[in-house]
């Protein structure tokens, strides 16, 4: 990994102050995303009839995992925004980037369902967030626990 890349995502982590164990669930999930989003289509003809359907259940499943899972852990500020938008721009860029791919075609369908992924797992994300906020409320030694986010990480890089 380059350098400049690293500190990206390190100051992208800061900025929604993921704590580091959730870091490689989301880069590993990421990915996936990513590879399923652009590999050739004709290794779902397994599915043949419900092809359809199942593409659909996968792309709103796969987008309310990963934006459920970022907002539940993410305590910066706006950081319901902006992972929101992180994983809106991720799915829209990755459908428009089929477009361009001769194996693959975008589809207003594929875009709906990540758009409605995200919207559910942010307020999934969010319900699990408030709640956790408002139990550690009660008990603030849980609190400390929380300060082991990706800040420390940026520490160590400048050392």
Sequence with gaps: ????????????????????????????????????????????????????????????????????LTVSFATGPNAIWIAALLWLGIGTGLEGLQYFLPHRWPSYYDLAANFGGVLVGTSIGWLIASRTLRRNAHHPDKLKAEDRTVEKLDLDQKI
């Design 1 to 68: 990994m380059i350098a400049g890349e690293q500190n990206f995502i390190i100051n992208f982590a800061n900025t929604l102050r993921l704590p580091r164990k959730v870091l490689p669930v989301l880069a590993i999930l990421t990915l996936a995303v990513i590879t399923l989003s652009l590999w050739p289509d004709n290794w779902m003809s397994y599915f043949s009839s419900t092809r359809y359907e199942f593409d659909k259940i996968g792309h709103f499943s796969a987008y309310l995992v990963l934006s459920a």
